[in-house]
């Protein structure tokens, strides 16, 4: 009676480890793949930002198919002013029959460097955004542009979506901004055509433009407050007096 | 009583009959205990790498907002109580202060909104961090490069050079800037550049400081360029930044389900360590950039690995960190001569991380701003490097630095370019260069070590 007594009691003690056992085992499984999505998100932020720094290092040396390459095949490219261009091959044409041949020529630098790289993966964790700084450094002179990218995983693999690359200022060497910018690019500047128009009108440096950022303020959450209707202009920030 | 005694016994006997058994449940315990334990340090660690990325896309968000105008979004990446260190200018505090200076310093309005107005050119472009979290991983460094192009159309052009030392907090989660140090080295006109620089003397307070005093004096004085002056570094003494974890080898696992846990746990490790990893060698590229900057060469040196290697345009290679010390040397003495500029921009970064965290490959570029003897110069170029973790600190294996272009300041690098040196005579290297070729005019196209990221085609380093 005793010893049955004993037996159900340690059986059910075990019984009751046992299942405490599998809860933990259970929690702990949770746990890990949740800290898993955390880290395939850190690693993403870091494949995406690649992928924007390859292109810069392409374009260094006109190596566009290998640059076409990191294009999805419906991705859509708009550069300065040039309208948009819709798939791989006609981002192989922009370059290719816009910017140059295949292949870095002597003499002729045009370096595209890619600074302050800002990636945002979408909760969703197949779509993702940068903004970035092109910093040029070319035979011509200075170039600073923005991209606000858009990418997408497909099998695995971060590509761009969308190329978006407004240009902000371009200057030459001898006196750099100080008078000597050049005018943003329009559709009919130079072959190739457009498929479709620019989705937005703006001037570059002297004049004010803001490509809007693809992210909320990093600290406050808030969007992004528009700029003032008077940016850009020679009043923006005198009182009205001396307007 | 006695049957209390009984019953012990019995318990006993049963829980000794089954010695067996109760070792494997002890065993099994431990492992759940060492899993459990596992499981609470990758979460730390997770922690530590999201903080870091969070860091970094403050820093970057900062200089979006301070391109455009936006200074009360810019003063918004700070506690309430933040604080911002003006060069000598002095201490401001609070998010309405640091937003007034913001706009006094870049022509923006207080009274307008978001914006500048026509011609105002005020990019302060935010590179190279190195970002520490403290090990409570509430609270963080960084060290950061600000490299500024500013300006008003047909009255001035002007390059900015400035070192930011930060400090962060984590207040509900959110990271923020807690107090932020602005060492402004040089604003340069265009025209002469920073060659042309005379030193300061007395009073250097920019006219903002005279219009809109601040609510403390700087603790420290110094003298901007051409004065050799290195902003304290917050990471002195702690080698945290460059260290991820140790390579490990995972054991077989047995299975059951709780060895397919530790499988699990084995795999998620290993790519937390990887992506950890990856941050610590932008963290070592960016440190040895700043060693550089200042003329630290054997900090900079300390960074190699016993019988790591260095090479830098045609100088050709020397291998482990005396030699590559003695290679370092050669661009000036230790510390900088009088007025020597030797700025090397660390960016453009592509990590690639061994498949079991031990060695790394990188691509990175960096832009060069020198002056000796007062004659400016620029260069850039291109980095493969290669990096080992050496348990759990990232070191360079090799360092090899392919120079695109060498260029006079004042007529520019398309007018007048240098060639490169050749191996030194005074101090030669242990073996020749390892790839023959001429920096611009002419064009070498810097082979890869990765295959391309979407298509994974091996890039040609010669041509399509």
Not at chain 2, 1 to 8: C, F, I, P, R
Request: aromatic share 12%.
């Amino acid at each position: 009676m005793l010893k049955k007594t004993v037996m159900a009691f340690v059986s059910l003690w075990a019984a009751a480890a046992y299942a405490q056992g599998s809860q933990e085992l259970q929690g702990l499984e949770q746990q890990l793949n949740s800290l898993g999505d955390r880290i395939q998100r850190l690693q993403d932020l870091t494949e995406v930002e690649i992928v924007q720094d390859a292109y810069g290092y392409y374009v260094d040396k006109a190596q566009w198919h290998y640059l076409a390459d990191l294009f999805a095949p419906d991705a859509t490219l708009e550069i300065g002013g040039k309208g948009v261009f819709l798939g791989r091959a006609r981002v192989f044409e922009y370059m290719h029959v816009g910017l140059g041949p295949i292949g870095p020529r002597d003499g002729l630098l045009i370096d595209h460097q890619q600074f302050q790289c800002l990636p945002t993966i979408n909760p969703d964790g197949v779509t993702a955004a940068v903004r970035c700084i092109a910093f040029v450094m070319s035979s011509g002179g200075w170039g600073h542009n923005y991209y606000e990218d858009k990418f997408v995983k497909i099998n695995g693999v971060w590509q761009f979506q969308k190329l978006h690359g407004p240009f902000n200022m371009y200057s030459g060497y001898k006196v750099g901004w100080l008078d000597n910018t050049i005018l943003n690019t329009y559709p009919e500047k130079w072959p190739p055509w457009p498929d479709l128009p620019p989705t937005v009108i703006y001037l570059t440096f002297p004049n004010y433009y803001i490509e809007p950022y693809h992210y909320p303020n990093p600290v406050t959450g808030r969007p992004m407050p528009p700029p003032s209707p008077r940016a850009g202009g020679e009043a923006f920030g005198r009182p009205p007096a001396s307007q | 009583m006695a049957v209390t005694s009984k019953a012990l016994l019995a318990l006993n006997l049963m829980l000794g009959l089954s010695l067996c058994s109760a070792s494997f449940a002890r065993d099994e315990a431990a492992r759940l205990a060492a899993l459990k334990s596992r499981v609470q340090a990758m979460a730390q660690e997770t922690a530590c790498v999201e903080a870091i990325t969070k860091i970094q896309t403050l820093g970057r968000a900062f200089g979006y907002y301070t391109d455009k105008g936006y200074f009360g979004e810019a003063a918004d990446l700070f506690t309430e109580e933040g604080s911002f260190q003006w060069g000598v200018d002095g201490i401001y505090r609070g998010k309405a202060h640091i937003r007034e200076l913001l706009t006094r310093h870049g022509g923006g309005s207080m009274t307008d909104g978001p914006g500048l107005p026509f011609g105002r050119l005020n990019l302060r472009m935010q590179l190279q961090p190195v970002v520490t979290v403290a090990a409570d991983g509430n609270s963080a460094h960084a060290r950061w490069r600000e490299w500024g192009l500013l300006g008003e159309y047909k009255k001035s052009a002007t390059w900015g050079d400035a070192i930011i030392e930060d400090d962060y907090v984590k207040q509900n989660e959110v990271w923020k800037i807690a107090a932020r140090r602005y060492y402004l080295n040089f604003e340069a006109p265009y025209q002469g550049g920073w060659a042309a620089l005379k030193a300061v003397s007395g009073d250097w307070r920019s006219p903002v400081a005279k219009e809109f005093p601040p609510d403390a004096p700087v603790p420290q004085q110094y003298q901007p360029f051409p004065a050799l002056f290195v902003p304290p570094y917050d990471y002195a003494g702690t080698l945290a930044a460059i260290q991820s974890r140790a390579p490990f080898d995972s054991p077989q696992r047995p299975d059951d389900a709780l060895g397919r846990l530790e499988a699990l746990a084995d795999a998620k490790e290993l790519q937390l360590a990887r992506t950890h990893s990856v941050r610590a060698i932008e963290n070592l590229q960016a440190m040895y950039g700043y060693y550089i900057d200042k003329g630290q060469w054997h900090k900079a040196a300390s960074l190699f690995s016993r019988d790591g290697t260095y090479e830098s345009g045609q100088s050709g290679v020397y291998i482990g960190t005396a030699h590559v010390e003695r290679a370092l040397s050669l661009m000036g003495p230790p510390g900088l001569a009088p007025g020597q500029l030797n700025n090397y921009v660390m960016v453009q970064p592509i990590i690639n991380v061994s498949d079991d965290n031990r060695t790394a490959k990188a691509r990175w570029r960096s832009d060069v701003q020198l002056a000796r003897d007062g004659h400016g110069r620029w260069g850039g170029g291109v980095y493969e490097n290669e990096y080992v973790n050496d348990k759990g600190t990232w070191k360079f294996s090799k360092l090899h630095f392919y120079v695109t272009f060498w260029g006079d300041y004042d007529q520019g690098w398309a007018a007048k370019p240098y060639p490169m040196d050749p191996p030194s005579t005074t101090n030669p290297p242990d073996r020749p260069p390892t790839l023959v070729y001429q920096s611009f005019p002419k064009l070498q196209i810097v082979p890869y070590h990765y295959n391309n990221p979407v298509s994974g085609r091996p890039t040609p380093g010669e041509h399509e």
